[in-house]
């Protein structure tokens, strides 16, 4: 987390630190809006940042990813290493489209070299918003954190209504067997409700997960191509 981010979450401080603070979050929500407004329809993909390629988490993204591009969607990610350079690269196996929306830390995350467009991210919240903002489903791998994190922010704002119900594929039923687990403690416990585990999908099928977006993105939506929007060069839109 940068300095100045943890400054901020401190509490109340001067107004024009908070008013400079404000501006800068605009900015990167404005970075995040030109850079990704002209990459159409695209599913997330979450997951560590920590694998190899060599791995099986990693082999099953890249395998995964690549499916999900066939279907026309383009593959979006933190843009880092690991599963989210093995679902970018997946994409790119295919001739996919591939998008990132890169964090800036104080040890530098590159962006993986699978990448058609990426943009860079001061604030954790605003490269959230932007991987949810974008996207018709949700796919989450093998990850730690910062993955669920980003899985329970995308089922929290479903559960609320803040969001349309997307389909969430979680991947590896082994890797997850104990969240699942905690998710029939919190419904028999009235936490949530039974209803609530009809917003994802637990698998280990490439096959199953594909048909499932595809049921509950292209087809409830009633998705179809269309001619990409063209960017505006006097605003320096790419």
Known sequence: MRKDEIRFLVGPQSRWKEFKMTVMVLFDFIRGFRALHFTGPCVTVFGSARFRED??????????????????????????????????????????????????LPMEQKPNPYLDKWVNIHYFFVRKT???????????????????????????????????????????????????EHIDLMIRRGTISEHDRKLFLITDSVEEAIDYISRNTIQKFNLRYEKPIKPFRWLFEK
Not at 160 to 171: A, E, H, Q, R, Y
């Open 55 to 104: 791995h099986p988490s990693y082999i099953q993204t890249r395998a995964l990813a690549a499916e999900i591009a066939r279907l026309g969607f383009a593959i979006m990610t933190g843009g880092g290493p690991g599963i989210m350079e093995a679902a970018n690269r997946g994409a790119k196996d295919v001739g996919g489209r591939s998008v990132g929306c890169n964090i800036i």
């Open 130 to 180: 932007l991987l949810v903002k974008y996207s018709y489903a949700f796919v989450v791998m093998p990850g730690g954190f910062g993955t669920l994190d980003e899985f329970f922010e995308a089922i929290t704002l479903m559960q609320t209504n803040k969001l349309s119900d997307f389909p969430i594929v979680i991947f590896d039923s082994e890797f997850h067997k104990d969240i699942n």
